[in-house]
């Protein structure tokens, strides 16, 4: 049957109206895709915002080749390992990351039926989560018991320090005992990690000197004082920082003898390192307070919700 002359305007209109709706499903679409890169782009702006942050503390003159072309490398496999993520996000079969919140809830809630102590409890926990991941969420569960001592008594913590050997859950551990008033464990620590200033590579006496700092006691700064004279500028800088890190006002005298060194990198981070022990008094960091060890806690793995908002998997 012919078509009517009638129904060509209806089909003009109707098919003016799919194309339309065609079109606005591509805008959309596109906005999304825009929105997407734009949040891709803001986190890389950030994260590169970070290392920026990171390599300003380290003049760029004393960064080797070896190490630069290493971090260039690790940049490189992270981007990628982020695309792969990204591409991996909601696909049937990927693993989920582990919900580090609900297990730190699980390890500090002591129920009826569980005879287990605090410290039996995150005995057992490190050996089911020996990683870096279980690490950090043992590592938050005593900071959050650091005024409870019912729960997580003194002698539980020289226990566990004895027992465990992570080295980070074990200056967790020392740092919330100086934190109560006891500092026999944070010195026993600070004299552990003061075992590599001798080393005979530089590079192993600034990975010391970086573990003294991440104590915040006072202790460490006395262990890190006499590597001011090093004859490594690398050295020298990283016992800048651990002093700023972990002194007090009575080691102003140890660092302004830096202020005429030589290397104008010494003695600006010099500078900035009495202008902030000068305002300390010779008491502070004889204890630890909650927002330094706070600071140092290990990091929490970030759980990624898979699948969910417009960058997730594209369905059918």
């Known amino acids: 049957m012919a078509m009517s002359r009638a129904s060509l305007p209806a089909l003009a209109i109707t098919a003016a109206l799919g194309m339309g709706a ?15 890169d734009a949040g891709d782009d803001n986190a890389l702006v950030a994260r590169i915002a970070e290392l920026e942050a990171e390599l300003s503390r380290r003049p760029a003159a004393f960064a080797s080749p070896a190490v630069a072309l290493a971090a260039k490398r690790a940049g490189r496999d992270g981007v990628q390992a982020m695309g792969g993520q990204r591409q991996g996000a909601g696909l049937p079969g990927a693993a989920e990351p582990p919900d580090a919140d609900q ?27 020996p990683d870096s991941e279980g690490v950090a969420i043992a590592s938050k569960g005593v900071f959050e018991l650091v005024d409870n001592r019912d729960v997580l ?12 050997g992570d080295p980070a859950f074990k200056r967790v551990l020392a740092q919330v005992a100086s934190t109560r008033g ?62 700023r890190a972990t002194g007090n006002q009575r080691h102003v005298p140890m660092v302004e003898a830096l202020l005429a060194h030589p290397d104008e990198s010494v003695s600006w981070l010099a500078r900035d390192v009495v202008d902030e022990l000068r305002m300390l008094s010779t008491q502070a960091r004889t204890r630890i307070a909650e927002r330094e060890l706070a600071a140092e806690l290990p990091p929490l793995p970030l759980a990624v919700a898979a699948g969910h908002g417009p960058c997730g998997a594209a369905t059918g």
Request: aromatic content about 2%.
């Open 22 to 36: 065609g079109a606005l499903a591509v805008v959309l679409a596109g906005g999304d895709a825009r929105r997407c």
């Open 103 to 129: 297990q730190l809830k699980d390890l500090l809630t002591l129920a009826w039926n569980d005879r287990r102590s605090m410290r039996e409890k995150l005995d057992d926990f490190l050996v089911r989560h």
């Open 153 to 164: 008594p003194d002698t539980a913590l020289a226990a566990l320090y004895l027992e465990q």
């Open 182 to 243: 006891d500092n026999s464990l944070i010195e026993l620590h600070v004299a552990e990690a003061a075992t590599g200033l001798h080393a005979a590579s530089p590079a192993e006496r600034q990975q010391a000197l970086v573990e003294l700092a991440r104590t915040r006691h006072v202790a460490a700064a006395d262990r890190a004082a006499p590597l001011l004279r090093d004859p490594d500028t690398g050295v020298v800088l990283d016992a800048l920082l651990a002093l």
